[in-house]
C-alpha cells in the first residue's frame, strides 16, 4: 500500500513539476512591449511562446470591427477591394474568403534558400506580437494557430529572396502564411515535410481566412526586421570575440597598452570609445608580457590596427546600438495596413510597411561588422611580417619550409575585401513595382539578408585572428598574457593545438570561427560587455 502511494506521489508531483518547468520557461509576448533579451532568446532558441490573457480584449474588438464594415457594405482597402493598383475593385462579400486565399497564394513567389529556423522563429514572434495589438482586424484564432505552430515546432519554409521591402514582405510573409492554410512545405526537426500533414500531426486545423486577414498576414516588415535582427546578434558576437582577439594581438606584438589610458578618451566624450578602452585595458590587465617590455622599448607607437582599436570598435559599438534600439521599435511596431481603430470604426491607410528604418538600420550594422573584419584583418597581417611583430615569420618556425599563416592571411584578405563589396548600402537603391503605385521601396530585406554572410565573413577573420594572435603569445614563453586572456587562449587550446608545423590548416579555421559565432571566445570574460550592448 506505501508503495503505491509512494508510486502516484512520484507520478502527480512530477507532472506537477513539469508543468512548473513549462510555465517557467515560456516567454509570454506582451505586445509592443518586447525586449531585446526576450528576442535574443528567441532567436537562440525555440523558447515557447503564449499571450496574456489581456491581449485578447483588443484583436477581439479589432475583429469585430471589420466584422461590421463588411456586414455595413462600407468600400474599405483590403477588406473588401483589390491590392495595389488593384484597390479601386470592389469584391463581392461571398467572394471575401477566397479573396484572401487568392492574395496568399498568388504572392508566394518568394525564391533563394529557405530561412533558416532561427530567423523564422522572429518572424513568427515578432508577427503574433504585431496583430496582437488589436489593429490589424485579425481574429484570436489565426494568431493562436501561428503560436501553435510555433510552439508545434513547425518552420513555414520562407525563400529569402522575393521582397523589396515595402508594402510589406508581402511575398516571404505570403510563404510564411501558407503553413496556417495547410499549404506548401514546412520543416519539422530540420526535415521537409508537407504543411498539411505537419498540422495534421500536431492536431492544429487549418485556417480559413476571412476578411482583411490575408493582407494583415503578409503587409508588414517582420522579415527584413528579422534578417537585420540576426545581423545584429552576429554583429554583437564577432565584436565582442574581436575586442579579445585585439587584446591578444596587442600581447602578441607586444604592443603597447597606453593607448587605452581612460584620460585620452574621456577627452574625445565618444561613448562607444570610451567603453571598449576600458574592457582592452581589463582585458590586458597584469600580462606578465607587457611588464617585460615597459622600459627601453625602442619603439615609440604602435601601428593604427593595435593603437585605435577603442577608436573605431568604439565606433561600431555605437552604430550596432543605435541599429539595435530603431530595431527594437520595430518588432515592437505594427506595420501592416490598412489599420482599424475601433473606437470609430474606422479604417486607415498608411504606409508602416516602408521599412526604410530597417534598411538604415542594416546598412550601418553592415558597416560596423565591414570594419571589425577590416581591422583585425590588419592585426593578422602585422602579426605575420617578422619586421613589425618581431615573432616567426608567418608564425611558424622553419619558415620555408613551413608556409604557417601565409594563406590563412590571404583567407581573411579576401573575406575582408568581399565585405567591402557587400557594405554598399542598399538603401540607397529603389525599384518601383505594382504598375508604379509602389514607387519606392527600401531594399531592406536584402539590406538585412547580406548581413549574415558578412557576419560569417567577419567571423572567419576573427577566428584566423584569435589562431594568430594565440600563437603569437605562445611564441613568447614563459613570457604570458593576462589571466584573462590566458583563459580566451586555454579555450581555444583545447579545441586547436599549437602550430608547429604545417598541417591541414581549414579545420583548425573551422574549430575557432565556431567559437566566434557561439559567443564562446570571451565565455571567461562575459562581465566586461554586459553593459556594452542595447538590451
Not at 71 to 83: H, K, Q, S, V
Not at 502 to 529: T, Y
Amino acid at each position: 500500500m506505501f508503495l503505491l502511494i509512494f508510486t502516484l506521489f512520484l507520478h502527480y508531483s512530477s507532472r506537477y513539476l513539469l508543468k512548473e518547468m513549462t510555465m517557467k520557461t515560456t516567454l509570454t509576448l506582451q505586445p509592443g512591449k518586447m525586449s531585446l533579451a526576450e528576442i535574443r532568446s528567441i532567436w537562440t532558441e525555440a523558447v515557447p511562446l503564449a499571450l496574456p490573457p489581456s491581449a485578447y480584449a483588443a484583436i477581439d474588438a479589432s475583429a469585430a470591427t471589420v466584422a461590421r464594415i463588411v456586414e455595413r457594405g462600407d468600400a474599405a482597402y483590403g477588406i473588401n477591394t483589390g491590392f495595389g493598383k488593384l484597390a479601386k475593385t470592389r469584391i463581392p462579400d461571398e467572394q471575401l474568403e477566397l479573396l484572401q486565399r487568392n492574395l496568399i497564394l498568388s504572392h508566394s513567389v518568394g525564391t533563394g534558400d529557405l530561412i533558416d529556423d532561427a530567423a523564422v522563429r522572429l518572424i513568427l514572434a515578432m508577427k503574433i506580437g504585431s496583430l496582437a495589438r488589436g489593429f490589424s482586424g485579425i481574429r484570436a484564432q489565426v494568431i493562436d494557430t501561428l503560436l501553435a505552430i510555433y510552439n508545434a515546432g513547425i518552420m513555414p519554409c520562407i525563400p529569402v529572396k522575393g521582397s523589396v521591402g515595402a508594402s510589406g514582405d508581402l511575398a516571404p510573409l505570403s510563404h510564411m502564411t501558407l503553413a496556417i492554410l495547410g499549404e506548401g512545405q514546412v520543416r519539422v526537426d530540420g526535415k521537409l515535410v508537407d504543411a498539411k500533414d505537419a498540422l495534421a500531426k500536431a492536431g492544429i486545423t487549418p485556417i480559413v481566412l476571412a476578411a482583411k486577414e490575408g493582407l494583415a498576414l503578409i503587409n508588414g516588415t517582420q522579415v527584413s526586421t528579422a534578417l537585420t535582427l540576426n545581423g545584429l546578434f552576429l554583429a554583437e558576437r564577432v565584436l565582442e570575440a574581436a575586442t579579445v582577439t585585439g587584446a591578444l594581438a596587442v600581447d602578441a606584438a607586444r604592443g603597447s597598452d597606453a593607448p587605452f589610458d581612460p584620460r585620452v578618451h574621456e577627452v574625445r566624450g565618444q561613448p562607444g570609445q570610451i567603453a571598449t578602452a576600458k574592457i582592452y585595458r581589463q582585458l590586458l590587465s597584469g600580462s606578465v608580457i607587457r611588464q617585460s617590455h615597459l622600459v627601453n622599448d625602442e619603439r615609440v607607437q604602435d601601428p593604427y590596427c593595435l593603437r585605435c582599436q577603442p577608436q573605431v570598435m568604439g565606433a561600431c559599438v555605437d552604430i550596432i546600438s543605435n541599429a539595435a534600439r530603431t530595431l527594437l521599435i520595430e518588432a515592437n511596431a505594427v506595420t501592416d495596413n490598412p489599420l482599424i481603430y475601433v473606437e470609430h470604426d474606422e479604417v486607415i491607410s498608411g504606409g508602416n510597411f516602408h521599412a526604410e528604418p530597417v534598411a538604415f538600420a542594416a546598412d550601418t550594422l553592415a558597416l560596423a561588422i565591414a570594419e571589425v573584419g577590416a581591422l583585425s584583418e590588419r592585426r593578422i597581417a602585422l602579426l605575420i611580417d617578422s619586421s613589425l611583430s618581431g615573432l616567426p615569420p608567418f608564425l611558424v618556425e622553419s619558415s620555408g619550409l613551413n608556409s604557417g599563416f601565409m594563406i590563412a592571411h590571404v583567407t581573411a584578405a579576401a573575406l575582408a575585401s568581399e565585405n567591402k563589396s557587400l557594405a554598399h548600402p542598399a538603401s540607397v537603391d529603389s525599384l518601383p513595382t505594382s504598375a508604379n503605385q509602389e514607387d519606392h521601396v527600401s531594399m531592406a530585406t536584402f539590406a538585412g539578408r547580406r548581413l549574415h554572410e558578412m557576419a560569417h565573413n567577419t567571423a572567419t577573420i576573427v577566428a584566423i585572428e584569435l589562431l594568430a594572435a594565440a600563437q603569437g603569445v605562445d611564441c613568447h614563453q614563459p613570457l604570458t598574457t593576462s589571466p584573462m586572456l590566458k583563459q580566451v587562449q586555454q579555450r581555444l587550446r583545447e579545441q586547436v593545438a599549437f602550430y608547429d608545423k604545417d598541417r591541414f590548416f581549414a579545420p583548425d579555421i573551422e574549430a575557432s570561427k565556431q567559437l566566434v559565432l557561439q559567443g564562446a571566445v570571451s565565455d571567461s570574460c562575459k562581465a566586461l560587455f554586459a553593459d556594452l550592448y542595447a538590451r
